[in-house]
T-cell receptor, first 117, second 110 residues
Framework: GAVVSQHPSRVICKSGTSVKIECRSLDFQATTMFWYRQFPKQSLMLMAT?????????EQGVEKDKFLINHASLTLSTLTVTSAHPEDSSFYIC?????????????FGNGTRLTVT | KNEVEQSPQNLTAQEGEFITINCSYSVGISALHWLQQHPGGGIVSLFMLSSGKKKHGRLIATINIQEKHSSLHITASHPRDSAVYICAVSFGRGAQKLVFGQGTRLTINP
């Protein structure tokens, strides 16, 4: 079945460096990709919505210059955490609907656990 | 603002028990999702409902649009069912921007 591949699954980086997270749709075209963040014991929070070929839409309170999203092709969306700080340590996960309507199947990546030291 | 409330937040049961997790939401929706999140963090979509009832193996999901309520049932529960179950809703006709419940942590003891 359709799969969204997310890499890396875990990353540890030093404060001030940047980290790129990739999500690829393996056998379908992902026109839209949602990026979520999840802190321990909390639910997922939508950070931004990326659409292929256009600028991402960020949720209120999410800094677009800190969390750079690129969706340059129909199969790849990337999230770059720039100048990471310890408070950015979190679980980041992407999801893509297979189709453009409200009842399209939804596929999730396996997530990336980011630790900033 | 649409809010999604799940209950219970934590549930521990013995293997074989019938499990029910509830989800309520506050405004009209286009679809409701039940998701399963494993300890490693990966999320699997279990069901997407806009009306009625769906069944997949030992899992059953129901939704009552008038009461704005959905339930996820697990029959003959097994330790491998231990996970966090998340209810999420979408609204509008376009691609699904979800609002999530806080999740229900289910532990099935052998």
């Amino acid at each position: 079945g359709a799969v969204v591949s997310q890499h890396p699954s875990r990353v540890i980086c030093k404060s001030g460096t940047s980290v790129k997270i990739e999500c690829r749709s393996l056998d379908f075209q992902a026109t839209t990709m949602f990026w979520y963040r999840q802190f321990p014991k909390q639910s997922l929070m939508l950070m931004a919505t990326s659409n292929e070929g256009s600028k991402a839409t960020y949720e209120q309170g999410v800094e677009k210059d800190k969390f750079l999203i690129n969706h340059a092709s129909l199969t790849l969306s990337t999230l770059t955490v720039t100048s990471a700080h310890p408070e950015d340590s979190s679980f980041y996960i992407c999801s893509a609907p297979q189709g453009g309507s409200y009842n399209s199947p939804l596929h999730f990546g396996n997530g990336t656990r980011l630790t900033v030291t | 603002k649409n809010e999604v409330e799940q209950s219970p937040q934590n549930l521990t049961a013995q293997e074989g028990e019938f499990i029910t997790i509830n989800c309520s939401y506050s405004v009209g929706i286009s679809a409701l999702h039940w998701l399963q999140q494993h300890p490693g963090g990966g999320i699997v979509s279990l069901f997407m409902l806009s009306s009625g009832k769906k069944k997949h193996g030992r899992l059953i999901a129901t939704i009552n649009i008038q009461e704005k309520h959905s339930s996820l049932h697990i029959t003959a529960s097994h330790p491998r069912d231990s996970a966090v179950y998340i209810c999420a809703v979408s609204f509008g006709r376009g691609a699904q921007k979800l609002v999530f419940g806080q999740g229900t942590r289910l532990t099935i003891n052998p």
